[in-house]
């Protein structure tokens, strides 16, 4: 009996092998694994078989069984491989998913690129006290960003010491704050909705502007050049270069403009851009008025600060022209991001 | 502001070869930003950015002086010319008009009565010059009181000395005061303006602003008055926005013009009178200067300018730089002491002024980007806000989610709503306490798209008292084209009070919770055990006669003991359809086993819920 379970064995796995199609695989399985297969059939004649050989038998069968199976198996899934003539430039089919916003993109890859470089995510105050904004920075009494077709103002008391309710026109906002919860050394990211009262094209009431701030002791103007650069060569491009200028803020000293090359000019002026140049932030070394006001050592300590508008550079970025675009609810414009 | 000026002008004051094009480049690395260079026949115009700190560049000289400075560190010569300076003829006449200052609001006053004018006609070199700065030529002595501002930064003006009166009295005015100006337009002034009467109440001028109307000088005019004046800076400002009156010499004024540079302004103005318009000096000169401010001088450390530069620059190139802008300097040791111009007196006052001038004529360009080394900050770890609100995103996104950003101003309010003093207008003038509004018409604007889910993560504001608001950050959303099993199945994935929440609105389906509520996504996962023993299924349907609460029914199911699983798989017409798996943790369920539980959930199906087994 022993031979003939071999034979069996060697027959069926050599018809699979030969076996051209899917549905005589199925042929094959009934043929010996099926209940009037021939191995069903063996196994109703164990019981002929001598007693001490009963077991053996039946593992044997059972084994042989396994075998087939796999063997079946195996041939399948070569019948189902995709064959040769598969047409390959068939389109495939669309499968719609989701999307974040073009402004929360920017803003993660922002927090990314700083986060690398040690900086904390922090999101101060939207609705602010006229302390933080201005006082603490610096801003005279008539300072022009005070004005009040510059900067909303909400219906409040005006507090004793921190003066009046307002809407942050920037994230400068912060500085103080951040040196109010943590001694140097910091380095802070701030990125927060921010609102001025202007609306046209380049302008919409409500905005996102992140701030860097980095205080420690020996802090010069090349740390701010090194940080705007690995910032500007990480988001835009490593063949781009970026230059300061000199400029004028009250919570900075010196204060300075910063300028990305244009991608499409590389430097030499063209339509799109100032010169060769974009304008991507406001920085400067921190007033030790302010670090003064945030409860710092300027005699220890010195710093560095940055601003930029996380919708200027996502415009940048992607060709965007229009601000208005940006906060568009079309689902058409939604998609593309 | 920004100024414009030819370059055959500005070449008067600069010795260089250096090209317009040069010049522009370099100086806006290192001083004010040319905006533009524009060709204009045989000249070129520069358009120049002054910053508020610098009126002292709102001037022909003032540019010259930086380019001087600025451009041999490109390796361009160049040097500041000088002005001849000859001190004007005294007239005969004594001064015929009394003039009253009132110190709180003028610093210093200039003033000289000039007479006999035989020429009233501008040579077209002047007149090309004005108007490539943007100003419109009128007579020859009103065109030179501009040319001389342009070109020294301090504002001047010239009156009709016969139609001042007597006297020129400085006072603030009072509220609702009427002053006429040149331009023929009537002004309702605010209290506190600086203005000149003649002594019977009649306004003679809006010093520092704009001339009027009733002291005018014109081509009859036989005696004039070339009068320079330092109005206070604050009150310049708020005259000139409360009245809208943006003149060039209001927005130099606003920003505190050098009172020293008034004796260039008069030298320049009499000069011209004489040569261009054959006027006269004809009276004596009166300068009423009561308090010239001290200026200043600073003492830093050379270490210190090294430091803040991050690099070594040699005592030799910063003595070279400062004098160059009309700085002093001197050094004891390695201390320096260093007073700047008078023009520079008031933006210049600490240490850190001195490093910026170095800095920048040594050129930013010149300071290798550096990153900083040292201690990292600690880190605050108590929140975790930021990578919840980007989990809560990557979720819906996942499931088609399309996020928007809408504008936190508002036309709707509630209780609890701040509200602006200044808005923009009736639809944006509280801050929101709710995303719904924005939320429903981002959707409404989508009509066009059949089946859409928008979100939003953003702050609403609720009021505190004498606090700042609560700002309090929401996860709103609205489906459109979903019906209901969907919109849950999508807000199931942040927690099932999530997806309890949604409300309709319209015809859509609305939810809004707040991001902290849902800070569970963020807990670390524990392992559960994969049960050893495969579960029974079994699909069991019911009908309901009245409207039936399915999502309880399938929570019941759920929380039946020895019942691993539960959902609804089908709906048709009144039957539902629930997939139950029962399962035991530690053993195979026997059939009798499972047909205890299943009697179990029958009877509680029919006798709580009214369900009948289909």
Redesign the interface.
């Known amino acids: 009996m022993d031979r003939e379970i071999t034979n069996l064995r060697n027959q069926a796995i050599a018809e699979i092998n030969e076996s051209k199609s899917l549905p005589s695989i199925a042929q094959i399985r009934i043929k010996y694994i099926g209940k009037k297969g021939s191995l069903g059939l063996i196994t109703k004649r164990i019981w002929a078989a001598p007693e001490r050989e009963r077991k053996r038998l039946g593992i044997l069968i059972n084994e042989t069984k396994a075998v087939i199976l796999t063997a079946l198996a195996e041939r399948r899934v070569e019948f189902e491989k995709p064959q040769n003539d598969t047409d390959l430039t068939l389109p495939g089919t669309k499968h719609?998913?989701?999307?974040?916003?073009l402004?929360?993109q920017t803003i993660?890859e922002v927090?990314n690129i700083f986060r690398q470089?040690?900086f904390?995510?922090r999101?101060y105050?939207?609705?602010?006290?006229d302390w933080y904004a201005f006082e603490a920075l610096g801003f005279g009494p008539?300072h022009?960003a005070r004005?009040?077709?510059e900067t909303?103002?909400?219906?409040?008391?005006v507090?004793p010491k921190l003066g009046g309710?307002l809407?942050t026109p920037h994230t400068s906002g912060g500085q103080v704050r951040e040196m109010e919860?943590?001694r140097p050394?910091?380095?802070?990211l701030n990125i927060s909705?921010t609102?001025r009262?202007q609306?046209d094209s380049t302008h919409?009431?409500?905005f996102h502007q992140f701030e860097g701030l980095?205080i420690?002791?020996?802090?010069?103007?090349?740390?701010l050049?090194?940080?705007?650069?690995?910032f500007a060569k990480s988001f835009f491009g490593h063949e781009r270069e970026?230059?300061?200028?000199?400029?004028?803020f009250p919570f900075t000293?010196?204060?300075?403009?910063v300028d990305v090359n244009c991608k499409r000019c590389r430097g030499k002026g063209c339509s799109v851009c100032?010169?060769g140049w974009h304008e991507v932030a406001g920085a400067g070394?921190v007033?030790?008025v302010v670090l003064a006001n945030g409860g710092v050592d300027a005699k220890v300590y010195?710093g560095f600060a940055f601003g930029m508008g996380i919708e200027r550079i996502a415009m940048m970025r992607a060709e965007l022209g229009d601000l208005r675009q940006?906060?568009s609810?079309?689902?058409r414009y939604?998609?593309q991001f | 502001m920004n100024i414009k000026l030819a370059d055959s002008w500005l070449r008067e004051h600069l010795n260089s070869k250096a090209s317009p094009q040069e010049i522009?480049?370099y100086l806006?690395?290192?001083?004010?930003?040319v905006?533009?260079l524009k060709r204009v026949r045989v000249d070129w115009v520069y358009d120049i950015e002054v910053?508020?700190?610098?009126v002292d560049m709102v001037s022909v000289r003032g540019i010259a002086r930086e380019a001087a400075a600025i451009l041999p560190r490109f390796g361009i010569e160049a040097s500041l010319a000088k002005i001849p300076f000859t001190p004007p003829q005294r007239g005969n006449m004594k001064m015929p008009i009394e003039i009253k200052n009132d110190r709180r609001l003028i610093g210093r006053i200039m003033a000289v009565a000039i007479s006999n004018f035989e020429n009233w006609e501008t040579p077209e070199w002047m007149v090309k010059r004005l108007r490539l700065s943007g100003v419109r030529s009128l007579t020859l002595p009103v065109d030179i009181t501009n040319y001389v501002m342009l070109e020294t930064g301090h504002p001047t003006h010239i009156f009709d000395l016969d139609k001042l009166g007597k006297k020129l009295v400085v006072r603030e005015s009072k509220k609702g005061e009427v002053f006429v100006g040149l331009d023929g337009r009537k002004y309702s002034l605010p209290q506190g303006a600086i203005v000149f009467e003649d002594g019977t109440g009649r306004i003679t001028d809006l010093p520092g602003i704009l001339g009027a109307k009733n002291s005018v000088l014109t081509k009859d005019s036989k005696n004039a008055l070339f009068f320079i004046e330092n109005t206070d800076p604050?009150r310049i400002?708020?005259t000139s926005?409360k009245l809208a009156i943006r003149t060039l010499a209001a927005t130099m004024n606003e920003k505190g013009v050098d009172p020293r540079l008034a004796e260039l302004a008069m030298i320049r103005g009499v000069e011209m009178f004489a040569k261009l318009a054959g006027g006269t000096v004809s009276s004596n000169m009166v300068d009423i200067y009561p308090a010239p401010k001290a200026i200043k001088t600073i003492t830093l450390e050379h270490g210190f300018i090294n430091?803040?530069?991050?690099?070594k620059i040699p005592k030799l190139e910063i003595n070279k730089i400062l004098t160059a802008l009309e700085f002093t300097v001197s050094w004891r040791g390695q201390k320096l002491s260093v007073t700047p111009p008078s023009f520079r007196a008031q933006d210049v006052e600490?240490p850190?002024?001195i490093?910026?001038e170095v800095?920048?004529i040594w050129g930013?360009?010149n300071?290798?980007?550096?990153?900083?080394g040292?201690?990292?900050?600690?880190?605050?770890h108590e929140k975790g806000?930021?990578a919840l609100e980007?989990s809560i995103?990557e979720k819906?996104?996942?499931?088609?989610?399309?996020?928007?950003?809408?504008?936190?101003?508002v036309g709707e309010k509630d209780s609890k709503s701040?509200?602006?003093?200044?808005?923009?207008g009736a639809d944006?003038k509280y801050?929101r306490t709710t995303l719904g509004p924005s939320l429903t018409?981002?959707a409404n604007?989508?009509l066009r798209?059949k089946k859409?889910?928008?979100f939003e993560i953003?702050?609403v504001?609720l009021r505190r008292r004498?606090r700042?608001?609560e700002?309090k950050m929401m996860l709103a959303g609205i489906f459109a084209g979903y019906n209901i099993r969907e919109a849950k199945g999508v807000l199931a994935t942040l927690g099932k009070h999530v997806a309890e929440s949604i409300e309709q609105i319209d015809n859509y389906l609305f939810y809004e919770v707040p991001v902290g509520e849902l800070k569970d996504i963020l807990k670390p996962k524990l392992y559960a055990p994969i049960p050893k023993y495969p579960p029974q299924v079994e699909d069991i349907t019911f009908k309901f006669a009245s409207r039936p609460r399915a999502g309880e029914v399938l929570s019941s199911i759920a929380n039946t003991k020895l019942v691993g699983e539960a959902e609804l798989r089908y709906i048709y017409k009144k039957a539902y359809t629930f997939r139950i798996y029962y399962q035991h943790p530690d053993k195979t369920l026997t059939n009798s086993e499972v047909e205890k539980i299943r009697t179990g959930i029958i009877n509680v199906v029919t006798g709580d819920f009214g369900g009948e087994l289909a």
Do not use: C
């Open positions: 719609e998913v989701g999307h974040k916003h402004i929360t993660e927090e470089i040690g904390v995510r999101r105050f939207e609705v602010e006290w008539d022009p004005d009040e077709w909303y103002t909400i219906k409040q008391n507090h309710m809407l919860r943590a050394p910091i380095r802070m909705k609102y009262r609306s919409t009431p409500m980095v420690d002791k020996g802090i010069n103007i090349s740390h050049r090194g940080t705007l650069e690995y970026t230059r300061i200028r000199p400029y004028n000293e010196p204060s300075f403009e100032k010169g070394m007033h030790p010195s940006i906060y609810v079309d689902l939604l998609r | 522009a480049k806006s690395l290192s001083g004010p930003s905006e533009s910053t508020t700190n610098r604050v400002r708020r926005m430091e803040r530069m991050g690099l600490i850190e002024d490093v910026e800095a920048r930013y360009q300071i290798p980007p550096k990153l900083m040292g201690a990292l900050p600690e880190i605050p806000e930021f980007g995103r819906l996104v996942l499931l088609r989610g399309v996020e928007v950003y809408t504008q936190s101003l701040l509200e602006l003093k200044n808005p923009l944006s801050l018409a981002a604007e989508n798209e859409f889910h928008l953003a702050n504001y004498g700042l608001p700002e």
